[in-house]
């Protein structure tokens, strides 16, 4: 048994999810911060016509009453597209449409990557003066999507491309969706993260039924969901989901110790982190950790011997799990985006429970409308992109918790957004003029 | 100013973090959260006093007084911020520990909980250099650079990016001091995280005086120096006389 601490290995998981987020934030911020600065190009407003206001055109010679009128008017309409969209998906997917759906998915992905993914590029190209020719961009962007696309799908591509592709999908939309004008992105974000409450935890909620119409059949959504697997090595003795686990141990010190209360659900609590596609027995990366229903000292005679047989590898109980969900393809002709983070359940076996040390999974329009909240904070100044960007960390740390206690499907959009708006707003009109007041005078604390 | 001088004015205030944090901090995920809670807690308590604040600054007086009462404040507003973040880790290395128990592992060693307060320490340091420093630099890039009439010897992000470096060591440090002396009743060590805060607060008040920064600064430093000795001093004495136990 080795003798390292515990603190070595706490809280990998959260940082598998939490690194891809920030990375994803960062480059939005940079795009948008270096080559969409919109005192640069104010004067060429280009606004585009999104799904996002179909009903009002934002323009800044509006008076405030205005704005916010015609935002919420947009946000409205948003939000109804979004669930029509969503219940068709739903439609679709009792119906067994589900090869439509894949290639749906596959088709939206190529269009990002090339078409939108393309018009950054040149944006890109364009600010900085790179020197390329037309044929090489074409080529190097035809291979750039292509594997993107592929990577994306794919089970036979090393983890760590698809990973990247995901996170520049994101960057991708985050970017174009930042270009929506300014009141319209704010009332919009929170009509999303109002909606995603409504149609995760509602009991006629679309991603609800989804999900558990995808539980039933045992099977996976055709969706684009971000998986955060960690690297296990071999000897990787005690590990995740210790989330679920640090948190019985919170809850279970409260019940002092006795046997009942003690005997916290540990069993309940230790899951499948993962998705789990039937073909993937082929993973053999999990370990097993016995169990009992006993207070921790017997507990931990019984860990000793099994942990002796940890070293081949078994096959995985058969799972049932349920996986996020999220389709997001944004654009001007549509644009629908569900998210969650979820944990997968699986079934008990007698006192000893397998788990899989696979990490959580988060759906594309999390990384989407995050970057979109900073993208928008860049815009007027980078304090409120360090506060937004605590914020909405720790939004997603309070969301990652709950699920280890809640262990179903969560919204993962309310918290964080609700609190990145919180403090953008109050850091824009509060705190900067008192920070930027005491440090020029180089008063400091 | 150029993007060369701005990112090397970055690493003069933040330099000696991101290397801790690469060394120290990074190989430990836990530790990375630690680092980003406290953030948020001293973000939190800025926009606090800020609301408090706000109306005072706007006088463009040089006067000390509202100055030193913002400070006054400010430091024994922290201060408590301090004392509650003791009361959460806590609890924190209570569950730690209950699950280590769990998982037949032992219970956090000493370094253990030193790098924990490490890492919150180092949390309010970035986070003051962030908010104080480095949000004043992005905007700026770009032709000239911006001086500050009673420091004009060097640009004003110079200045400033020395500042915050002290700052950012005297956080990081006085942390560890902190916890320590909390946890074992030692009221030196938990007295001296207050008093250096507020003495290094106060110290910038002089920056207010023409030329003043240039008896306020080195001073400034010379408490960034005190605290460095002390908690290598009192890191010393601890382990060394814990060689024995580890816990």
């Not at chain 1, 995760?200 to 909620?205: D, E, S, T």
Request: contains cysteine; glycine residues 8%.
């Amino acid at each position: 048994m080795s003798t390292g601490s515990i603190l070595e290995t706490i809280g990998q998981e959260i940082i598998g999810v939490m690194s891809p987020v920030s990375i994803c934030m960062f480059l939005v911020v940079l795009l948008v911060y270096t080559v969409y600065n919109p005192s640069a190009t104010s004067s060429a407003a280009t606004t585009i016509r999104t799904a996002a206001n179909l009903v009002y055109l934002e323009s800044p010679s509006d008076s405030t009453s205005q704005k916010l009128e015609g935002a919420i008017l947009n946000a409205v309409v948003f939000v109804v597209i979004i669930t029509l969209v969503t219940f068709l998906l739903l439609l679709l997917y009792y119906y067994r449409f589900t090869n439509f759906l894949l290639y749906y998915t596959r088709f939206s992905v190529f269009m990002i990557f090339s078409a939108m993914g393309s018009s950054i590029l040149i944006s890109i190209i364009q600010r900085f003066n790179i020197p390329i020719d037309a044929v090489t961009f074409y080529v190097l962007l035809f291979n750039f999507t292509i594997l993107g696309t592929i990577s994306v799908f794919s089970n036979g591509v090393p983890i760590i491309v698809k990973q990247s592709n995901m996170v520049v999908l994101g960057i991708i939309v985050a970017a174009w969706f930042s270009r929506l004008p300014e009141w319209t992105t704010w009332v919009v974000l929170v009509a999303l993260a109002l909606y995603d409450l409504a149609a995760v935890l509602a009991p006629g909620g679309p991603l609800k039924l989804l999900v558990e119409l995808a539980s039933s059949r045992d099977e996976e959504l055709p969706a684009l969901v971000y998986e955060s697997r960690p690297n296990v090595g071999r000897n990787s003795r005690v590990r995740d989901s210790s989330l679920g686990m640090l948190v019985t141990a919170g809850i279970g010190m409260n019940s002092d110790n006795n046997d009942n209360g003690g005997a916290v659900e540990l069993q309940e609590l230790l899951r499948n982190v993962g998705s789990d596609d039937v073909n993937e027995t082929r993973e053999r990366a999990h370990m097993v950790i016995e169990v009992g229903q006993n207070e921790r000292r017997t507990n931990r005679d019984e860990i000793e011997e099994v942990r002796e047989d940890v070293g081949e590898t078994s096959p995985l109980i058969g799972d049932s799990y349920n996986s996020v969900n999220d389709v997001s393809s944004g654009g001007v002709e549509n644009s629908n985006g569900e998210n969650r983070a979820l944990q997968g359940n699986e079934r008990d076996a007698v006192g000893m429970e397998e788990m899989n040390s696979r990490g959580i999974k988060l759906g594309m329009g999390d990384f989407i409308f995050y970057s979109v909240l900073v993208g928008r904070a860049a815009m007027y100044d980078l304090m409120t992109v360090y506060a937004c960007y605590l914020a909405i960390i720790s939004g997603l740390g309070c969301t990652l918790i709950l699920l280890a206690v809640c262990r179903h499907a969560l919204p993962a959009l309310p918290i964080s957004i609700a609190l990145g708006v919180m403090f953008y707003f109050l850091t824009r009109l509060l705190m900067e003029p008192f920070v930027v007041g005491a440090s020029t005078n180089l008063v400091m604390f | 100013m150029t993007v060369a001088a701005g990112t090397g004015y970055v690493l003069l205030a933040l330099g000696p973090s991101l290397s801790l944090f690469i060394a120290v901090i990074s190989q430990k995920p836990f530790l990375v959260l630690t680092l980003l809670s406290s953030t948020l807690l001293w973000l939190m308590s800025l926009i606090a006093l800020s609301e408090i604040w706000r109306a005072f600054l706007s006088f463009k007086t040089g006067l000390l007084c509202p100055y030193a009462l913002v400070i006054l404040t400010s430091v024994a507003f922290q201060e408590a911020l301090r004392l509650f973040l003791w009361r959460l880790y806590k609890r924190m290395e209570q569950i730690l520990d209950a699950f280590a128990d769990r998982v037949s592992k032992p219970h956090l060693f000493i370094t253990d909980r030193m790098q924990i307060a490490l890492a919150g320490g180092m949390g309010h340091g970035v986070a003051h250099a962030v908010f104080f420093y480095v949000s004043l630099l992005t905007p700026a890039f770009g032709p000239a650079t911006y001086y500050v009439e009673k420091c004009p010897q060097m640009p004003f992000f110079l200045v400033s990016a020395i500042v915050a470096l002290a700052f950012v060591t005297i956080h990081t440090f006085s942390m560890v001091i902190a916890f320590s002396g909390y946890s074992e009743g030692n009221r030196m060590d938990q007295y001296f995280a207050p008093a250096v805060h507020f003495t290094a607060g106060m110290l910038t008040l002089t920056n207010l005086a023409s030329r003043g920064c240039v008896i306020g600064i080195p001073l400034l430093y010379g408490i960034a120096i005190i605290t460095l000795g002390y908690c290598g001093k009192m890191v010393w004495k601890r382990l060394t006389e814990n060689r024995g136990t580890l816990h």
